[in-house]
């Protein structure tokens, strides 16, 4: 009777064993979108970091030059 209990036990072993395995390998692969989508948006707010400052450094050339002719024009 004992090795019955325990072949029922070692199947209830194997099962949660076997959904534990299910579990780690959907983390892995949610872990690994994860990574991804934010490496993307990182990227893209990078970008447009950078568009921003292009667009700030340029007003700041304008603005300089707006000043040379004003001093100039008096």
């Given at each position: ?9 070692l ?24 990574s ?29 030059q ?7 024009a008096?």
């Amino acid at each position: 009777m004992q090795s019955g209990g325990t072949e029922v036990a070692l199947k209830y072993v194997k099962k949660r064993w076997s959904f534990c395995q299910i579990l780690e390998n959907e983390l892995k692969k949610q872990s690994e979108e994860f990574s991804e989508n934010l490496e993307e948006e990182l990227e893209k707010q990078a970008q447009e970091f950078e568009a921003d400052l292009s667009m700030l450094n340029l007003d700041k050339v304008e603005q300089e030059q707006r000043a040379i002719r004003a001093e100039e024009a008096m």
